[in-house]
């Protein structure tokens, strides 16, 4: 069987304090960008972190909510959601040229990431904040959602992400990080979910049943507890499964 390679992607730059044993492990990461987290020097830190472990740079807009994390649906006006998704992304793009790096892909975070997955208007107006960056990077979506399908239809580069510490409803949203099985905590249950994914494209639902899937990347959070050990165990047991970790 062939090799397959995929990227593991990480949300970084979060305060959560484990970045400099994240970097390392991981092929590209999302840096919050200052609306549900992450300050100038938050931001600048990773991306010098990045650029030391050759890790491909990504931005992480969200709603501005600091005080839910990004986790919850606000209400915004067409231009106030253009105006916060631009103003952190040219924060964040300052610093990269500052540091002399490279922004790869944009990943929208949280509530914002889900919102848009499932509305078509809301993903109109995603697609409309970042459009001058249409033919320089990736844009991180998940597969089969309303802003996919858009992005493609508009000319956007995209990259399907699916989440590795995550559970999947039958509709192939996640499932609510307010139930107890939201998240994946043990390190070989996300290798067996990630397995699935990677070489069969389906996941595995809580019911047993299946669901089909694309990712050309995977999501391990890097505010799931249990994430460095996680990702310490996937780099050393994907390769029994024929899947290795991008460099």
Do not use: W
Request: overall charge negative; aromatic content about 6%.
């Amino acid at each position: 069987m062939n090799v397959k390679y995929i990227d593991i992607n990480c949300d970084v730059g979060e305060g959560i304090g484990n970045d400099e044993i994240i970097l390392p492990m991981i092929s590209s990461c999302n840096i919050a960008t200052g609306g549900h987290a992450g300050t100038a020097e938050s931001m600048r830190k990773v991306i010098q972190l990045a650029k030391a472990n050759t890790v491909k740079i990504g931005a992480h807009p969200s709603y501005p909510d600091k005080e839910n994390f990004g986790r919850k649906s606000i209400a915004l006006s067409a231009q106030e959601l253009i105006e916060t998704v631009k103003s952190q992304l040219i924060e964040f793009e300052n610093i990269l040229d500052q540091e002399n790096a490279v922004l790869h892909h944009i990943k929208p975070h949280g509530a914002l990431y889900n919102d848009i997955a499932k509305n078509k208007d809301l993903a109109k107006i995603f697609l409309k904040a970042i459009e001058t960056y249409k033919e320089q990077l990736f844009l991180y979506v998940p597969f089969n959602s309303e802003i996919e399908q858009l992005a493609q239809q508009e000319g956007y580069n995209i990259k399907h992400e699916a989440f590795g510490d995550r559970n999947y409803n039958a509709d192939g949203s996640l499932v609510s990080r307010k139930l107890e099985d939201a998240v994946i905590s043990e390190p070989e249950n996300v290798l067996k979910h990630i397995v699935s994914m990677a070489n069969h494209e389906k996941i595995v639902l809580t019911n047993g049943q299946t669901l089909a899937v694309k990712a050309d990347t995977f999501c391990i959070h890097g505010d799931t507890p249990s994430a460095y050990e996680i990702l310490r165990y996937l780099a050393a047991q994907l390769p029994e499964f024929n899947i290795m970790i991008e460099t």
